[in-house]
């Protein structure tokens, strides 16, 4: 059974960081890309971050530089490192493995990422 687990999520203030951890199960991981999305009450899901099977990585403007995206395949863990953090970032974070090759997404529950004084 596939199975992506989000954790890490929190409070935070503006300016702190947060990291948030992806385990996944059920799946060969070293063959999917991996992303990370968000969605905020009211809004559509976005796009926030990716990393390749081969490690290449890349993020819209309004995180770059700020988000950090990684992969442990020994571990089958992904990360998402979120530095000097924004109200406009609060939202639920959802983790995301996707294969072209077949056109297979798996999806985790999501953890919520709130920043706020």
């Known amino acids: 059974q596939e199975e992506l687990v989000e954790s890490g999520g929190g409070l935070v203030q503006p300016g702190g960081s947060l990291r948030l951890s992806c385990a996944a199960s059920?799946?060969?991981?070293?063959?999917?890309?991996m992303n990370w999305y968000r969605q905020a009450p009211a809004k559509q899901r976005e796009w926030v971050a990716t990393?390749?099977?081969?490690?290449?990585?890349n993020y819209p403007e309004s995180v770059k530089g700020r988000f950090t995206i990684s992969r442990d395949n020994a571990a089958n863990m992904v990360y998402l490192q979120m530095d000097n953090l924004k109200p406009e970032d609060t939202a639920v974070y959802y983790c995301?493995?996707?294969?072209?090759?077949?056109?297979?997404?798996?999806w985790g529950q999501g953890t919520q990422v709130t920043v706020s004084s």
């Open positions: 995301n493995a996707y294969r072209r090759l077949v056109a297979t997404n798996y």
């Open positions: 990393v390749t099977v081969v490690g290449a990585t």
């Open positions: 059920g799946f060969i991981f070293k063959a999917y890309e």
